[in-house]
Nanobody, 125 residues
């Protein structure tokens, strides 16, 4: 299984970015997907997650109203659309996958995800 993120970069505050996570080699057709971020000196935190099979999703309070997680199953790609970016959004962003998320509590625990991408840096100034 391979997850590859892209779309990070440097933007000014108020700007937008769309992160992509391409998933390959996963036999599960519709896994639970999450976006996480980690800033220097801080713990990894959940940004957003989505499990289409159960119709559940999660957004961190810091992401609500600004970020949107979506997926294109035909392209095996998950997106994180980020708008109104703030300097505090600066971090390395990772996508991750697990086969099944029975509830939002599971979604928000990075340690429960089986597969991770290498990360893409987002810098907001």
């Amino acid at each position: 299984v391979q997850l590859v993120e892209s779309g990070g970069g440097s933007v000014q505050a108020g700007g937008s970015l769309r992160l992509s996570c391409s998933v390959s080699g996963y036999i599960i057709s519709d896994p639970c997907m999450g976006w996480f971020r980690q800033a220097p000196g801080k713990e990894r935190e959940t940004v957003a997650a989505k499990y289409t099979a159960l119709g559940i999703s999660y957004y961190a309070d810091s992401a609500k109203g600004r970020f949107t997680i979506s997926q294109d199953n035909a392209k095996s790609t998950v997106y994180l659309q980020m708008t109104s970016l703030k300097p505090e959004d600066t971090a390395m962003y990772y996508c991750a996958a697990r086969a099944y998320c029975p509830d939002t509590a599971t979604m928000t625990r990075p340690g429960l995800y089986e597969y991770w991408g290498q990360g893409t840096q987002v810098t907001v100034s």
